[in-house]
T-cell receptor
Framework: DQQVKQNSPSLSVQEGRISILNCDYTNSMFDYFLWYKKYPAEGPTFLISISSIKDKNEDGRFTVFLNKSAKHLSLHIVPSQPGDSAVYFCAASAWGQNFVFGPGTRLSVLP | DTEVTQTPKHLVMGMTNKKSLKCEQHMGHRAMYWYKQKAKKPPELMFVYSYEKLSINESVPSRFSPECPNSSLLNLHLHALQPEDSALYLC?????????????????FGPGTRLTVL
């Protein structure tokens, strides 16, 4: 049973436009959510996180939105750059529990 | 500094070999993790060390043996592996581990070791 879902395996966006990556979860006990970015043959790089007590967190070009009632979060990248092309993993955890990762979305930013 | 280092970057071994993967962090983090990642899949948790004690073993076969010599180092000893064990092995660390507060749970990953078992 997949507790964290990323239903879009891939996404293509034009450089300079907004990239929106989506993540859905089923476990209502999750209270901390993170986004990681991964290039091929490298480890995941932490991008941004959000606690369940917030609905938005912003860091430069990256903003994460959390909709607890819908059990949905999204990562917005504005403006998108070719260097943003990577696989993005959503992860979630409940207090005292380990992370659960989604299957990932491959983002391609086209010049 | 959020650096986790892993050696070697690449490893090729036969099914009868014994080898070790090494992970190091100097962030003062008290939890360290081993993950296995296959192509086009998310990382799968293998082991968690919290305050240098093994706290989680996710039903990993005994041919994988973790060791935490001190709070900065984490090893993964490999013996009699199978070709299906070929994968990217990732190490991560976090400030407080699973019992910590939310920000202390953020895990920082190393670059991984690409393991090929022939």
């Amino acid at each position: 049973d997949q507790q964290v879902k990323q239903n879009s395996p891939s996404l293509s966006v034009q450089e300079g436009r907004i990239s929106i990556l989506n993540c859905d979860y089923t476990n209502s006990m999750f209270d901390y959510f993170l986004w990681y970015k991964k290039y091929p043959a490298e480890g995941p790089t932490f991008l941004i996180s959000i606690s369940s007590i917030k609905d938005k967190n912003e860091d430069g070009r990256f903003t994460v939105f959390l909709n607890k009632s819908a059990k949905h979060l999204s990562l917005h990248i504005v403006p998108s750059q070719p260097g943003d092309s990577a696989v993005y993993f959503c992860a979630a955890s409940a207090w005292g529990q380990n992370f659960v990762f989604g299957p990932g979305t491959r983002l391609s930013v086209l010049p | 500094d959020t650096e986790v280092t892993q050696t070697p970057k690449h490893l090729v071994m036969g099914m009868t070999n014994k080898k070790s993967l090494k992970c190091e962090q100097h962030m003062g983090h008290r939890a360290m993790y081993w993950y296995k990642q296959k192509a086009k899949k998310p990382p799968e948790l293998m082991f968690v060390y919290s305050y240098e004690k093994l706290s989680i073993n996710e039903s990993v076969p005994s041919r994988f043996s973790p060791e935490c010599p001190n709070s900065s180092l984490l090893n993964l000893h490999l013996h009699a592996l199978q070709p299906e064990d070929s994968a990217l092995y990732l190490c991560a660390s976090s400030q407080f581990g699973t019992s910590g507060g939310q920000m202390g749970n953020t895990q920082y990953f190393g670059p991984g070791t690409r393991l090929t078992v022939l």
